[in-house]
Nanobody, 119 residues
Framework: QVSLVELGGGLVQAGGSLRLACTASGSTFTSDIMAWFRQAPGKQRELVASIGSFGDKNYTDSVKGRFTISRDNARKTSYLQMNRLKPEDTAVYYC?????????????WGQGTQVTVSS
């Protein structure tokens, strides 16, 4: 069983920065994909960024050049550094851990952390 604990959300002005952290329990962290999703009010959940076990990264177009995903396998922690935040980045951000073969829907989820960007 895996549990994910997220830290780092909050309120920030547009143009500011936040760093989210997701710490996992369990023994499969190093071989699993870590991802960050977000869901804004009235919108569907969307993938923000993911990082594979070899460090390969993917980003949704709207955050490219502003957000950076990373992982520290020794600490079983994934990070999402968010710079130049915009009001449209406001959402609940969820950490996800999953295997390539099963996909995120069949993986593990954190409790979510609110990110609010004021204009």
């Amino acid at each position: 069983q895996v549990s994910l604990v997220e830290l780092g959300g909050g309120l920030v002005q547009a143009g500011g920065s936040l760093r989210l952290a997701c710490t996992a329990s369990g023994s499969t962290f190093t071989s699993d994909i870590m991802a960050w999703f977000r869901q804004a009010p009235g919108k569907q959940r969307e993938l923000v960024a993911s990082i594979g076990s070899f460090g390969d990264k993917n980003y949704t177009d709207s955050v490219k050049g502003r957000f950076t995903i990373s992982r520290d396998n020794a600490r079983k922690t994934s990070y999402l550094q968010m710079n130049r935040l915009k009001p449209e980045d406001t959402a609940v951000y969820y950490c996800n851990q999953h295997r390539l073969m099963t996909g995120p829907d069949h993986g593990y989820w954190g409790q979510g952390t609110q990110v609010t960007v004021s204009s």
